[in-house]
């Protein structure tokens, strides 16, 4: 069994991979010129891409185990990890609206949705769910919600079409946006992170917890790794079973999606479990783990260096598209030299993450 210190470590190394992933995909050097598997699925479907947001919500739900199992073990009472449970809820959703208020800070166009606030409402439940319930109970919760998902957005006809639908912006989950959703949507009329579609996401965040159950358990290592592997093979399949009647699909975050991408994230999981924690073979993930152990911060400082470099005009254009620009004329594709800006931009950040980690200075939000 690991202890509890070195799994932190390691679940930093995978969190701060996700972030990195998330930083390389939403700033291109240009957003005209992007590898597909780099872009989001138009619709149904799936790409490396679609599995960033799910991958970081499992994560949470094995960060929740992890750290406030400890903190009921040392003591702390339930009312005590009630605020700092619903405090965290807070600051993570303020600095989402806050990055969505940039640059202009125009509250008639405030959008409330968004990862940060999608962190915070999947956070919260699944917090309080965990001090709650048993690893049984979360399991049923789990099914209960993708079931009652399934069951609504394939059953319920949408209002003013008269029938079922899973269109964009024209199914349920996307009316119930346009009539209940506050501000400004990314879709216009609809939003990829509404209301209806964080019901399965909190799903995402419940299979977390499921894995932290088992991380933070007294099985010898290779039973889990062996566990994380089987749990992580069942739900692809089915999930990928589901989604030939349910599609797979991140935009309207489909059970068939949920299932789909924990299940990888566990296969993921676990392999890395075994090559980190089992055979010792971790030099790789420092830079992960440099990025992991300030992940949320290092997300904010990436939007806010953004408007140096993607919003403050220099000359004619901004700054991210003279350098792309300046590569492909030296020979490079476009498509290259986009991806390259964004590895840069993604380097330009783990300097100040790296300053912080070996400093000892960890932002808890």
Not at 31 to 51: A, I
Not at 90 to 102: E, H, P, Q, S, T
Not at 172 to 194: N, Y
């Amino acid at each position: 069994m690991i202890s509890q210190p070195e799994r932190l470590i390691f679940l930093d190394g995978m969190r701060g991979f996700t972030i990195a992933a998330m930083i390389l995909v939403n700033f291109p050097g240009n957003d005209e010129y992007v590898f597909s598997p780099l872009r989001h699925t138009v619709w149904n479907g799936l790409t490396p891409t679609d599995l960033i947001a799910p991958f970081f919500l499992f994560i949470v739900g094995i960060s929740i185990v992890l750290s406030y199992g400890r903190a009921l073990k040392k003591g702390d009472s339930k009312g005590e990890l009630y605020k700092k449970i619903f405090w965290r809820f807070v600051k993570i959703y303020a600095l989402g609206i806050f990055l969505n208020l940039l640059p202009d800070f125009n509250f008639s166009e405030l959008r409330y949705t968004g990862v940060l606030p999608r962190i915070a409402l999947v956070f919260l439940p699944c917090a309080i769910i965990f001090l709650n319930t048993s690893f049984r109970q979360q399991v049923w919760i789990g099914a209960l919600i993708l079931i009652a998902y399934w069951v609504a957005m394939t059953l319920i006809p949408t209002p003013g079409v008269g029938k079922v639908m899973l269109e964009p912006g024209v199914n349920l989950a996307a009316w119930i946006d346009s009539k209940f959703l506050p501000g400004r949507m990314w879709q216009g009329t609809w939003d990829p992170e509404g209301i209806l579609s964080t019901f399965p996401a909190i799903v995402t965040g419940i299979t977390g917890l499921l894995a932290g159950h088992l991380l933070a358990s007294n099985r010898q290592p290779t039973d889990k790794v062996i566990y994380l592997m089987i749990f992580g093979m069942i739900s692809t399949a089915v999930g990928y079973v589901w989604g030939l009647v349910f599609p797979v699909n991140e935009n309207l975050w489909t059970s068939s999606f949920v299932l789909v991408t924990s299940g990888i994230a566990s296969m993921i999981l676990g392999a890395t479990y075994y090559v980190v924690d089992i055979r010792r073979f971790s030099r790789w993930t420092r830079p992960g783990i440099i990025f992991g152990a300030n992940a949320i911060a290092v997300y904010v400082l990436a939007d806010l260096l953004a408007l140096v470099f993607y919003v403050l005009p220099i000359g004619d254009a901004t700054l991210n598209i003279h350098l792309t620009n300046a590569l492909t004329s030296a020979g490079v594709l476009p498509k290259l030299s986009s991806c390259f800006f964004a590895l840069f931009f993604v380097g330009i950040n783990f300097i100040p993450a790296y300053f912080l980690y070996k400093k000892k200075i960890f932002i808890k939000v």
